[in-house]
């Protein structure tokens, strides 16, 4: 991909792509009638080749034969099943903007685990998305929210397709799985340099405690987890497998200090959480567009992984951090504020998606290396 300017009929259809997108996809927002005006897009599952056929992927493509822009969708952790309307709506919402869509589901996320192996499951999607006749593959990136997001930006990084990335979408992503672990096992984390108390929203201490127990036998696992969520005295170490036993000291400690150093000890547990580390990605990052957004209170993921993320692309042009206050993790149903203040964020937002929408509206490759890094 080589820099070049943006023409102003390409500036004016990436407005209002990126105008409708926002529409489309915030459901407080009108925009049956802009559906009424479009041909709705083709939907089928997608059983990626030698992948789980259990586990079907979904693609939303635009109406027409192409080449569209293609953007593999990760929604990583989520608290809804996967055939929640939002799911639809975004899947829609991207292919109405002229993205063919492949919305790749985890079994590990699925059931509230992180795994390393799901940044070759993402790299493998790309490399489908990519190759297929309807898409342009010079326009292909990865959109990602919470644990999917900092998949999306491991997979990014990945040597194979690396340089074939267009384009990176992280919302709500974590930095490392090292300092979120230790962020939800010590309920505090640190924002804008200060460490601070963290409400923990239950969603992340049920991944915290099903990735910590995933080795273990299922019967051991569910003991340990009912135990620990819910507050209730943990097993006897002697009712346990050594496995189990070696994993107790980490359940029954909320000091961030001695749950670091017991993490250090766990051999295991240390290479997965060393294996899912976008911070230390980030250099290898060759996309030329790399937006980040979060909001600033999020209790699944915290802030501060984004603004360690966002610290570890050193100043280099092209790569945005967007704060938000509208969002509860992702949804933007859940928090009341004011008409004016809506109007700002919803502005904000379109600002942080057209990163991604100009590649679906001016129907090139086209680079920003030129930009300049910045925190909105």
Not at 66 to 82: K, M, N, R, S
Not at 331 to 350: N, Q, V
């Amino acid at each position: 991909m080589t820099p070049r300017s943006q023409s102003p009929l390409e500036a004016v259809r990436a407005f209002s792509r990126t105008a409708a997108f926002v529409l489309r996809v915030m459901p407080m927002l009108p925009s049956e009638w802009l559906d009424r005006r479009s041909p709705v897009p083709r939907y089928e599952q997608v059983v990626l080749p030698g992948r789980d056929a259990r586990v079907p992927c979904e693609l939303y493509c635009p109406a027409g034969t192409g080449p569209f822009a293609g953007v593999v969708v990760c929604l990583g952790v989520i608290p809804f099943d996967v055939t929640h309307p939002q799911v639809k709506r975004l899947g829609t919402a991207l292919a109405r903007s002229g993205f063919a869509t492949l919305i790749v589901w985890s079994s590990d996320m699925r059931s509230l685990r992180i795994a390393p192996r799901d940044t070759e499951l993402l790299v493998d999607a790309f490399r489908w998305l990519s190759t297929q006749s309807f898409v342009d593959p010079k326009r292909c990136g990865f959109l990602g929210t919470c644990v999917g997001a900092g998949f999306s930006l491991l997979a990014a990084a990945d040597t194979g397709i690396r340089d074939r990335v267009a384009f990176l979408t992280c919302f709500a992503p974590f930095g490392t799985l090292r300092t979120l672990a230790l962020d939800i096992g010590s309920g505090t984390t640190e924002i804008d340099g200060i460490r601070r108390a963290w409400d923990v929203d239950q969603l992340s201490r049920h991944v915290y405690v099903r990735t910590l127990t995933a080795g273990l036998d299922p019967g051991e696992a569910a003991r340990l987890e009912t135990a620990w969520f819910e507050r209730l005295s943990l097993p006897d170490a002697a009712t346990l497998s050594p496995a189990g036993r070696e994993l107790l000291p980490l359940l029954q400690t909320t000091d961030r200090a001695r749950l670091a150093a017991l993490l250090d000890r766990h051999p295991t547990l240390r290479a997965t959480v060393d294996a899912v580390s976008p911070v230390a990605k980030a250099s290898e990052v060759l996309a030329p567009s790399v937006s980040i957004g979060h909001d600033y209170d999020d209790g699944v993921i915290p802030f501060g992984e984004s603004q360690r993320l966002f610290a570890a692309f050193a100043g280099r042009p092209g790569v945005a951090l967007t704060t938000f206050h509208l969002f509860q993790h992702a949804d933007p149903t859940k928090r009341a504020i004011s008409p004016i203040a809506l109007l700002g964020e919803l502005l904000k937002f379109a600002r942080f998606a057209g990163g991604s929408i100009r590649y679906a509206a001016d129907g090139h490759g086209r680079s920003n290396r030129g930009g300049m890094l910045e925190r909105q």
